[in-house]
C-alpha cells in the first residue's frame, strides 16, 4: 500500500510543472494559512492539487489503519543526536473526507504507550513523573498539499498542510507514580487527597494537557513525505522537513533498504513494536545493543501483536505467546533476527529482560525484496544509490 501512495504521488509530482523547485524565488503566498508549516511555494495548477486530495482521500486511511508508529521521547538517552523511540502509537481507526476540492480532513484513533520524564508543579510543592505512561488518542487535521522537487537531489518532498485548528483528544489509561521531591511536597500532597484532589489524580490532568498541548504543537506544521527517488525509499515525518534532505539514519547497516532505521531505549516496564511488515517478502532485523542490559525480541502475526497491544493499554499482563521466532539480545552484541515468509502479516516486539533500562540501535529490511529506484541516478550528478 505505501508502495502504492507512493507511484501515485509521483505521478502528481511528474505533472506539477508548476511546482515551486528549490532555488526558485518565492513570488506568492503559499497555500496554507500556516506560513510556518512548510517552505514558501508557488500555486500549484488548481486541477492538480484537486488530483492530490482526490488520491489521498482514497489511500490515506488504507495506508495508515493498522499502522504502528514509533513514538520518541524528549530527554531519553540513546547514542547518538537523535531523540530514541520509546513507545508506539497503533492506529486502529482512521476516516477521511474532502471538506472542499482542495482541503482534506483525516480522522485517526489510536491506543499507545510512551515513556514520560515530566517535574510537575502544583500548589507551591514538586511532583515527578517518570515511567511509561498508556492512552488512547483521537486526533483530526483539516488540511491541502504543497510540494517541493529538487532537480539535482533527485527528491520530492511533498507537504500536508494544516489550515484549520488540530484538534486532539487523549486518555491516560494506566496509574501514575507520582514521586514527591521533598517532605513539603508530601505533606501537600497528602493534605490534597484529603480534598478528593489527589497526586495521581493532579498528574493525570497535567499529562494529559501536556500531552495534548505536544500533539497539537507537532501536528499543527502538519506531515511530510520525503521520497528518494535514486533508491525508492519514502519516509514520513510529523512536521516539515527541509526539501531536498533525507532523514538521518540510526546505522548505516542496511543502507539505502530499509524498513525501519532507528533508535530505541527499552525502559523497565516498556515495550516496543515496529511494523507491520507483509507476509510473504521474509523480514530480517539487525540489532546493536549498546550496553547496560539485554532484551527480547520476538516476531508475531500482526492480530497476536494487536491483542498483547490492546492487553499493554489497558493495563492488563501482556503475556507474549505464538511467537513465530524469538531471540535474546545481551548486552554489547550484534546480531541479526530473521523470519521466513509466513503467512500472516508481521509484527516485531522488543522487551527488557531486567529492570535495567536498554538503549541500542536496530534496523529491519525484507530478506527478499530490494526496493526498486524510480530513476536510474547512475548516469546523472545525483548520489548514486549505493552510497545514499
Same mark, same amino acid.
Given at each position: ?59 490515506? /486511511? ?31 481507526? /482512521? ?17 499507545? %504507550?510512551? %515513556? ?113 527517488? /535514486? ?66 525480541? %520476538? ?44 503467512? /500472516? ?44
Amino acid at each position: 500500500m505505501q508502495a502504492k501512495l507512493t507511484v501515485l504521488i509521483l505521478l502528481v509530482a511528474c505533472m506539477a510543472c508548476s511546482c515551486r523547485r528549490t532555488g526558485d524565488k518565492n513570488t506568492s503566498e503559499p497555500a496554507a494559512a500556516n506560513s510556518h508549516s512548510a517552505p514558501q511555494f508557488r500555486p500549484m495548477a488548481k486541477n492538480l492539487r484537486e488530483l492530490m486530495i482526490d488520491i489521498a482521500e482514497s489511500h490515506a /486511511c488504507r495506508y495508515l489503519n493498522g499502522r504502528i508508529m514509533l513514538l520518541s521521547a524528549p530527554g531519553a538517552q540513546a547514542a547518538g543526536s537523535r531523540e530514541p523511540d520509546t513507545g508506539n502509537l497503533w492506529i486502529y481507526g /482512521c476516516h477521511s473526507e474532502q471538506t472542499d476540492p482542495n482541503t482534506l480532513r483525516v480522522e485517526i484513533k489510536g491506543k499507545g %504507550w510512551k %515513556w514520560i520524564e515530566q517535574d510537575t508543579q502544583t500548589v507551591g510543592a514538586a511532583f515527578t513523573v517518570q515511567q511509561i505512561v498508556l492512552f488512547e488518542v483521537t486526533m483530526s487535521m483539516t488540511g491541502t498539499f504543497d510540494m517541493v522537487y529538487d532537480p539535482a537531489e533527485h527528491i520530492a518532498t511533498v507537504y500536508f498542510v494544516p489550515t484549520a485548528p488540530v484538534e486532539a483528544e487523549f486518555e491516560v489509561t494506566s496509574d501514575i507514580d507520582v514521586q514527591t521531591e521533598s517532605p513539603w511536597s508530601w505533606i501537600v500532597g497528602q493534605s490534597a487527597s484529603w480534598t478528593g484532589q489527589s497526586l495521581q489524580k493532579r498528574a493525570v490532568e497535567e499529562i494529559r494537557n501536556r500531552a495534548v498541548h505536544r500533539i497539537i504543537a507537532k501536528l499543527e506544521h502538519g506531515f511530510t513525505i520525503i521520497v528518494d527517488l /535514486c533508491t525508492g525509499n519514502s519516509y514520513t515525518k510529523f512536521g516539515t522537513f527541509e526539501p531536498g534532505k533525507l532523514p538521518e539514519p540510526a546505522t548505516d547497516a542496511q543502507p539505502g533498504d530499509f524498513q525501519v532505521n532507528s533508535r530505541a531505549v527499552l525502559y523497565a516496564d516498556s515495550l516496543l513494536m515496529a511494523g507491520p511488515f507483509e507476509p510473504d517478502k521474509g523480514v530480517l532485523a539487525r540489532f546493536e545493543n549498546g550496553g547496560n542490559g539485554g532484551f527480547q525480541a %520476538w516476531w508475531l502475526c500482526q492480530n497476536k501483536a494487536k491483542e498483547i497491544a490492546w492487553d499493554y493499554v489497558a493495563d492488563r499482563q501482556a503475556s507474549i505467546t505464538d511467537a513465530l521466532s524469538t531471540i535474546t539480545v545481551q548486552e554489547n552484541e550484534t546480531t541479526e533476527f530473521s523470519l521466513p515468509a509466513t503467512n /500472516c502479516p508481521v509484527v516485531l516486539v522488543m522487551r527488557p529482560i531486567d529492570g535495567t533500562p536498554v538503549s541500542y540501535n536496530y534496523t529491519v529490511v525484507y530478506a527478499h525484496k530490494r526496493k526498486q529506484p524510480f530513476i536510474d541516478c547512475s548516469q546523472s550528478s545525483a548520489v548514486p544509490p549505493s552510497t545514499r
